[in-house]
């Protein structure tokens, strides 16, 4: 079995409002309820807007401390889902769910252990 990293992108700016937030939510809470019974899930989380971030950088001896995002840009990664598949085709399958469910960019890639 291999692990992957669904990772979740999403514009920045506000959180869309409850009404079309809320039963997305419900569906993705229903989604993770479905992998946890078929045994993919790992784990997932949501993370905070990217101007929470701190990033550290190495600068000979020294390191650089620096607030916000590694990178600008227009979207952000604003979450992720760690599966335990066969391959990528099984882990296709999962991400296909999740970016139905969300209407979001969905990146899959497998880890190297």
Known sequence: MN?????????????????ILDPMMRELEALNAEMQEAGVWVFSAGMHPPETATVLKAQGDDVLVTDGPFTEGKEHLGGFTIIRVDDL?????????LTKILRLPIEVRPSQS
């Open 89 to 97: 085709d099984a882990a296709l399958h999962w991400a296909r769910r």
């Open 3 to 19: 692990q992957y990293m669904l990772s979740i992108y999403q514009p920045d700016g506000p959180a869309p409002e409850p009404e």
